[in-house]
């Protein structure tokens, strides 16, 4: 139905109907930028609406209840999707990133 | 030939044909089994030596922990250690809280909020190197290496972000393998004379290579590649035993790592679970992976799971503890939802329960395949329950309110109710049109329809606040900008129900006239004016009246429109029971001699019918006789396509289709029946034909019909800008976004939740695009076609 999917605002966003609060607005202000308001008014405005109708609870709610596709989904798409949407990095292992070689490491037992 | 088990001469015997056949198969399916234990065998041995592999980096990644070193600052230590934050001055341990958060997101990659995170953090602060960083790494993070680079090169090499920022930056770098670390700390300085970015010590070059593993190479991502190719233990299998245990396994040695990837996996083999009929898999599956957020256990998948096979008992009663689990236990403990969408999803949840409990419309006439096969009686106190409980779960769920209505409005529809059963369906209407006012303020549509029925019943003080606020409010619905005119109709109306008051009703049908809208004819005024004559005993004054009224509008006394008007005008105007059964004659006399009347005079009463239905003015014998006639008309013009044809634009010809759109075009609540001409040219492009089509399929919500008339919607925007009549331009704005939100929620609704599929079961019919047991022309061809299709 293609009047459904012009009008998804997770669509349009380019979010999973199941993104957090968090992660809507990340996408929304990542497309903010790309599409600027002084020089792309129409899109911006479009993705504007997106961005507040996606927030709505009933419409992230009506979403998550739609029953799962009937076609069963593709292993290969799934990781095609992944290889491109690197991995997070934990604050604990960009830290390590900085650390030096063990013998300068500061001494933490008793003799200080 | 062969030779038997026993090897003995008598044992060498002729094969017959069938038998070689036999044997020849059993020698494929072994060649075949063999094959894929090989395959498995090397898959496996493949898998075991990438593990190992795997397993080492798992381990160094775990080793990964910040440590800090001999004579490191303090509010760096800070960042990754509690006890040194808390021996901070309280300025600089809020700025080590703000860098760790800004590191939590841009790790995420959430870049505004970062730098947002740190924008506070002074350029004369010890932990402005952190900022610098910040600013570097969602450049990294963007995979602008030259933005980050130019962050980065203003660091200090020998505090904890300028290390970090070497190791980022050589992380890009394709030829990092060949790269040797400098040995020692002189090396390492000269190096650094060069470029800040070459400063590579042994330390430094081990992070960058397995920062470059982690984030670039993705060991996991080969892994899973290989993974997915393990072959199912039949070809009939989307997801079998074998690739349900490897998942597991990745699973849990990747999460930490590869928490998307691995979640990603997991919805796949969830999705292949559902896609095939093996429950044993089914459970297994969701037992072993974890759902998406709002339902990590499962539960709703497992309700549509079980929904599809709704034909029995057992899988019935299991989908409905899954979603019953769900919505009681499940989804108020998720914390990783807000509160907000909880309830939200609670409330749509009841909303579609609901739905899925309601039979479709009765019948106005005609046959009702349903309730033949089902009977007429549905759970109206389990329907009540559920939507009530899908507005108290959220009271501006609009689409709760709209299907309560209609439902409790298809229960009105039934000529046979009498007046006990009437009143409490009324007075639940009643309920939630106050419910769905409270909810949901701005609307309109409930206040409307209270105005009329708090001053049918006297309660003006409630109903004037709805009257001001419709009044004030700048609603592009042209009833809404009626109200002031209909406020002082509906006054007049009420003030005849006492014979004292009479005097002040004409100045207020003066009022009324003077505020009647444009898009509505004035032909009921005289009419109103006559019936309050006669309610207050000035008969001869009436009969002037009625007398003139025909003169002026040239309707010949008790015609067809001229009785229904008067009829209508004399019990709204609460003539006595009396008086009003002389004029209730003609009409009864015109309704039991349907076949004799003149085609003009119904077309005529048409147009007025439809004023009264859009004005929402219908009197109470309405109900008694408007369903007959439009029947009849339709009947007429069904069978008259030139007189269609010919006054395709007289605007009496539009009101009357309308009117005929009003009750179905005659048709039952399962298939609207149109003439052929109806789908041919002029009728099919016509704006007032087609919006007449999409009202009377919005009215039966059938969904095989409206499906086919996605197109209708932008048909009837454009046409609403062309438009001039305001009732009109409104009008069809709002028929095209009913028929959108329709088409939207049928999309949505699948099989689960929909009252379709759990009468028939629709699992293997879900592919079809028509009822395999309904006789129905369409579907009849459309069953045809595919039956064909099969064949060839």
């Not at chain 2, 059993?26 to 075991?48: L, T, Y």
């Not at chain 2, 001869?540 to 009785?563: I, K, M, V």
């Amino acid at each position: 139905m293609t009047t459904t999917n012009q009008s998804d605002p997770f669509q349009i966003l380019g979010v999973p109907a199941d993104a957090g609060e968090a992660e809507i607005r990340a996408r929304y202000l990542e497309l903010v930028k790309k599409f600027p308001p002084e020089r792309e008014p129409e899109k911006f405005r479009e993705v504007h609406a997106a961005y507040e109708a996606a927030r709505d609870p009933l419409l992230i709610a009506r979403r998550l209840l739609e029953p799962p596709a009937e076609e069963p989904p593709q292993w290969s798409q799934a990781i095609e999707e992944q290889r491109q949407i690197r991995p997070p990095l934990t604050p604990a292992f960009l830290l390590s990133l900085g650390n030096r070689a063990p013998e300068h490491r500061a001494s933490v037992d008793a003799s200080g | 030939m062969r030779v038997t088990e026993d090897g003995g001469d008598e044992g060498i015997e002729m094969a017959t044909k069938s038998q070689r056949k036999k044997q020849k198969r059993k020698q494929k399916q072994r060649k075949n089994r063999a094959q894929q234990r090989r395959r498995v065998a090397e898959s496996g041995r493949k898998n075991r030596r990438v593990a190992a592999d795997s397993a080492r980096y798992r381990q160094r990644l775990e080793r990964q922990t910040p440590e800090a070193w001999e004579g490191e600052p303090s509010v760096d230590v800070a960042v990754f250690d509690d006890a040194v934050l808390e021996s901070l001055p309280s300025e600089q341990a809020n700025q080590v809280l703000a860098v760790r958060e800004a590191l939590q997101l841009a790790g995420e990659s959430r870049a505004d909020a970062a730098l947002e995170r740190v924008a506070e953090i002074s350029r004369g602060s010890p932990l402005s190197e952190w900022r610098l960083f910040l600013r570097g790494m969602v450049a990294w993070m963007a995979d602008e290496g030259e933005a980050a680079e130019e962050a980065w090169k203003r660091l200090d090499p020998e505090r904890r972000p300028g290390r970090m920022a070497v190791a980022l930056i050589n992380a890009l770098r394709d030829d990092l393998e060949s790269v040797t670390a400098a040995e020692t700390k002189d090396q390492a300085s000269d190096a650094a004379a060069e470029s800040w970015k070459d400063r590579l010590d042994r330390p430094l070059l081990y992070h960058a290579k397995l920062l470059r593993r982690a984030r670039f190479d993705r060991t996991a991502v080969r892994i899973a590649e290989a993974g997915v190719r393990l072959p199912d233990e039949s070809r009939h299998l989307l997801l079998g035993p074998r690739k349900i245990s490897w998942l597991k396994t990745f699973a849990k040695e990747y999460r930490q790592t590869e928490p998307r990837l691995v979640a990603a996996l997991e919805q796949v083999a969830l999705g292949r679970a559902f896609a095939q009929d093996y429950s044993d898999l089914f459970n297994q599956a969701v037992r072993a992976f974890s759902g998406p957020r709002h339902d990590r256990r499962n539960l709703l998948l497992s309700f549509f799971y079980y929904d599809r096979f709704s034909e029995d008992a057992v899988t019935e009663s299991l989908s409905e503890r899954a979603l019953r689990e769900y919505l009681e236990t499940d989804l108020p403990q998720n914390e990783e939802l807000s509160e907000p969408l909880r309830r939200a999803i609670a409330s749509q949840i009841h909303l579609n329960e609901a739905l899925a409990l309601v039979r479709p419309r009765s019948p106005g006439f005609g046959m009702n395949m349903m309730e033949i096969l089902y009977g007429s009686s549905e759970d109206a106190k389990a329907i009540r329950k559920q939507f009530q409980a899908a507005a108290k779960a959220w009271p501006a769920n609009r689409q709760a309110y709209r299907a309560h209505v209609d439902w409790i409005e298809s229960k009105l529809e039934n000529d046979r109710l009498n007046k006990a059963q009437r009143e409490p369906l009324v007075e639940e209407l009643a309920r939630v049109m106050r419910d769905w006012s409270r909810g949901l303020p701005d609307d309109a549509e409930p206040r409307l329809w209270l105005v009329d029925h708090l001053l049918e019943n006297e309660e003006t003080e409630a109903a004037r606040p709805h009257v001001e606020w419709l009044a004030a409010s700048r609603q592009e619905d042209p009833r809404v900008r009626a109200v002031p005119w209909k406020w002082r109709l509906l006054e007049a109306m009420r003030l005849c129900r006492r014979k004292k008051n009479i005097d002040q009703v004409p100045p207020l049908l003066e009022e009324a006239e003077a505020h009647w809208p444009a898009w509505l004819s004035k032909a009921w005024l005289p009419y109103l004016q006559a019936a309050v004559l006669l309610r207050g005993g000035q008969a001869d004054e009436y009969e002037r009246q009625r007398e003139q009224t025909c003169r002026a509008s040239g309707r010949a006394r008790d015609s067809l429109a001229d009785a229904c008007l008067m009829l209508g005008a004399a019990q709204q105007m609460r003539v006595p029971h009396s008086d009003l059964k002389p004029l209730r004659a003609p009409v009864d006399a015109a309704v039991k001699g349907l076949d004799e009347l003149p085609i003009e005079e119904l077309l005529l009463a048409g147009e007025c019918f439809w004023d009264l239905h859009r004005a929402q003015l219908l009197y109470p014998a309405y109900r008694m006789h408007g369903g007959k006639l439009a029947r009849e008309l339709w009947d007429r013009l069904a069978n008259s396509r030139a007189l269609v044809v010919e006054r395709i634009d007289d605007p009496q010809m539009h009101s009357a289709v309308l009117w005929c759109s009003e009750h179905r075009f005659g048709s039952g609540s399962y298939e609207l029946k149109l003439p052929k001409w109806y789908s041919r040219l002029p009728v099919r492009e016509h704006r007032m034909f087609v919006a007449a089509k999409v009202n009377a399929l919005l009215k039966m919500r059938n969904v095989f019909e409206i499906r086919e008339e996605s197109d209708a919607a932008p048909f009837l925007r454009e046409a609403a800008q062309t438009e001039r009549d305001p009732f009109y331009r409104y009008w069809f704005n709002r028929l095209a976004n009913d028929l959108e939100d329709f088409l939207k929620s049928e999309s949505r609704g699948g099989f689960g939740f929909d009252s379709f599929s759990r009468m028939f079961g629709a699992a293997d019919d879900d592919d079809l695009d028509f009822d395999p047991d309904c006789d129905c022309p369409r579907c009849r061809a459309a069953r045809q076609a595919h039956e064909a299709k099969s064949k060839s």
